[in-house]
């Protein structure tokens, strides 16, 4: 009995250390929360913008591009999955991937090639295990991104769109992120980011309140539309990893709070094993000791008569 009491005194030990652990990077992501909010919050302005100055170059000329005119029979598109570096954060990653395969699949029943760009460790492994073909891979900043990350994502991205087809260039550009929501919900959401559809590009009460002025462009709406490509994709994306990691950091919190619960409820359930365990030895060792004593009185009196 004695060595049954050990063990649950040693996995107390071991479930609470392991407590004190997942209690920490339940704080540690909680903390950098608020931070990843207040980058996703100062990077909608400019990308905002950048949509409607697109919005207004498109719909102020008949300029044939890649940013706004969709091919006539698409025949190659580019899925771009950010996932995270790290685990520990529940069903975050593995959703993103869910989300990138059923989009994958969309796109090859419509007849296009796809090719796979994955930001993050965890989709990196997933491909890597399945042996597929990834086109390029980016890792080591999913949980703090910076816009010189978001450039150096788009730079493939954007070379193979203003590509010919038949040289390998692309028709469409996906993308496939978790959308932070609340501190409760993040959603993995895919969005088309090339050719930019006009009708999304701003909301609805927007697109009625607003009468775009007529523009003249210099040296050409297709110059116009060169210099904002690069600026549009990498600001997309730049928002797609912003958000992606405060999605990121939220689900690690709230999987290590679970965690952290689980433990302590696995503690409390122990510590009655073994305060069970104590019980029954001890009436165990009154038990020996009363028979004992039993014994003793009986082989006393045994021997005075």
């Known amino acids: 009995m ?87 954060a529940g069903g975050y990653s593995s959703n993103a991937i869910k989300a990138a395969e059923r989009l994958t699949e969309r796109l090859r029943g419509e007849g296009k090639d796809v090719d796979t760009y994955v930001v993050g460790r965890k989709g990196i492994a997933y491909y890597g295990f399945r042996e597929r073909k990834v086109a390029q891979s980016w890792g080591g900043f999913t949980d703090n991104p910076t816009y010189a990350d978001a450039k150096n994502v788009s730079a493939p991205l954007i070379e193979a769109v203003q590509l010919d087809t038949a040289e390998g260039g692309l028709d469409e550009l996906h993308i496939v992120f978790t959308e932070f929501q609340s501190m409760l919900t993040q959603t993995p959401v895919e969005n088309r980011l090339l050719p930019l559809s006009l009708e999304e590009s701003a909301e609805p009460s927007e697109a009625k309140a607003e009468v775009l002025p007529l523009f003249e462009f210099e040296p050409s709406a297709e110059g116009v539309l060169d210099a904002l490509l690069p600026r549009y994709v ?14 990121e950091h939220a689900a690690r919190r709230r999987a290590m709070k679970s965690a952290t619960d689980n433990a302590g409820d696995l503690v409390k359930s122990l510590s009655r094993l073994a305060n069970a365990a104590r019980q029954a030895e001890i009436t165990q060792e009154i038990s020996e000791i009363v028979g004992g004593s039993s014994a003793l009185a009986d082989a006393t009196a045994g021997s005075d008569k």
Do not use: C, F, W
């Open 234 to 247: 990498e600001s997309r994306v730049y928002n797609a990893l912003l958000q992606s990691a405060a999605s």
């Open 2 to 88: 004695g060595a049954q009491l050990r063990v649950y005194k040693r996995r107390i030990r071991s479930v609470t250390a392991t407590k004190k652990i997942t209690k920490a990077m339940e704080m540690i992501a909680a903390s950098r929360i608020v931070k990843a909010q207040r980058k996703v919050t100062a990077s909608m302005p400019y990308a905002t913008e950048l949509t409607r100055a697109v919005t207004a170059v498109a719909t102020g000329s008949n300029a044939k591009h890649a940013l706004t005119t969709e091919a006539e029979n698409p025949a190659r598109a580019a899925v771009l999955l950010i996932t995270s570096d790290r685990g520990l």
